[in-house]
């Protein structure tokens, strides 16, 4: 039956995963705070394009073949689900510009922070710490009462990038 789209193939699967992982890239080289994530700045901005464009074409059509071609750089997170979340779209009305603030507040002073709220839906928890020997910032979104849910990479004071479903 056809669909009315063009076939996936592994071409336009490979070319699909480019875009994704430059998506990725252009958050960490140009979007991100400069305290935020140095490891994965270093990552994308060192990342050999043509190396991993020809790895994506030849392993695409692969069971964990993207996996394979972001896990053999270093510093490269080996998801290629780009998405974006506002922070003030989450963040309760009622102390949004206050939670927004004290975000600005601690990445510029590169301070250990930790936010929770829940609402209906979900339960979130935004966390900002030194790990590792860098500086790093997280939202944790779960379906309310459960362990299930999205982990989001702070970039910014403003938004976060998907990173995995836990």
């Not at 790895?55 to 998801?79: C, M």
């Not at 790990?131 to 910014?156: A, D, M, P, R």
């Amino acid at each position: 039956m056809n669909s009315g789209y063009p076939p996936v193939t592994d071409a336009t699967q490979a070319h699909h995963n480019f875009l994704q992982f430059l998506l990725y890239r252009q958050a960490f080289v140009e979007q991100r705070h400069p305290h935020l994530w140095e490891n994965l700045y270093r990552g994308y901005k060192e990342a050999n394009l043509p190396m991993l464009k020809a790895g994506f074409e030849q392993k695409s059509h692969q069971f964990g073949g993207v996996y394979d071609v972001l896990a053999s750089q270093p510093n490269l997170l080996t998801e290629l689900n780009f998405k974006t979340l506002e922070l003030e779209t989450i963040l309760p009305p009622e102390m949004r510009s206050f939670h927004l603030d004290t975000l600005k507040r601690a990445i510029k002073l590169q301070a250990e922070h930790t936010i929770d709220w829940s609402t209906k839906e979900y339960d979130y928890t935004i966390t900002l710490k030194h790990q590792e020997g860098f500086y790093k910032g997280w939202v944790h979104q779960y379906w309310s009462g459960t362990c299930n849910g999205n982990v989001w990479l702070i970039i910014n004071p403003m938004t976060a990038i998907f990173y995995l479903v836990s």
